[in-house]
């Protein structure tokens, strides 16, 4: 099974907590991640090594759909 790490963060950006924990895929972490959210955390990340596989909220999206209606 992949190692994860969860991390979870108030909207300043200061860690609550991050937890490593085994997962049997990303799907399953991410749902860890939703059943795990910690009191007053405003931004959560799932890392498989080095390799981020969810956060939310999702800026980078958001950015992206952004910029591509400034293009249309």
């Known amino acids: 099974m992949p190692a ?8 300043d ?5 991050q937890i490593e924990t085994l997962c049997a895929s990303d799907k399953d972490a991410k749902i860890l991640a939703h ?3 910690m009191d007053g955390a405003r931004q959560f990340e799932v890392w498989r090594e080095e390799t ?3 956060a939310r909220p999702q800026y980078r999206a ?3 759909s952004f910029s591509m209606e400034a293009v249309l």
């Open 62 to 64: 958001r950015a992206a």
């Open 13 to 17: 950006g200061s860690l609550i907590a």
């Open 52 to 54: 981020l596989v969810y």
């Open 4 to 11: 994860y790490e969860i991390t979870y963060r108030h909207e």
């Open 35 to 37: 059943a795990m959210r």
